[in-house]
């Protein structure tokens, strides 16, 4: 599964910013998908998930009530809006897939990552 991220930039705080993860026409919409992020000198960390039918969701402590997951497997698209963003929120955003993931909250759990998409908030 080839998957790519966009929708990056830069933003100030209080500010939005909607990223996209795209992926293989025909296969994608198997796949459960998670975002995760890395900020300089910290290890990679679990954002968001969504399961491969959009019916179940999933956020860090860190961003619930601030961002929202969804997907449209018409389009093999999965998108996190990302509204009130802080300066904590800085970091490359990854997109993950993997069929039947069990704990969407662990990197080792999945197959598939895009090369991730830069997100800076400054105050």
């Known amino acids: 599964e080839h998957m790519v991220e966009s929708g990056g930039g830069f933003v100030q705080a209080g500010g939005s910013l909607r990223l996209s993860c795209a992926g293989s026409?025909?296969?994608?919409?198997?796949?459960?998908i998670a975002w995760f992020r890395q900020a300089p000198g910290k290890e990679r960390e679990f954002v968001s998930g969504?399961?491969?039918?959009?019916?179940?969701?999933y956020y860090a402590d860190s961003v619930k009530g601030r961002f929202t997951i969804s997907r449209d497997n018409a389009e093999n698209r999965v998108y996190l809006q990302m509204n009130s963003l802080k300066p904590e929120d800085t970091a490359v955003y990854y997109c993950?897939?993997?069929?039947?993931?069990?704990?969407?909250?662990?990197?080792?759990?999945?197959?598939?990552w895009g090369q991730g998409t830069q997100v800076t908030v400054s105050s």
């Open positions: 993950a897939a993997k069929n039947e993931i069990v704990d969407f909250t662990r990197t080792s759990e999945y197959d598939y």
């Open positions: 026409a025909g296969t994608f919409s198997i796949y459960d």
């Open positions: 969504i399961n491969w039918g959009g019916a179940r969701t």
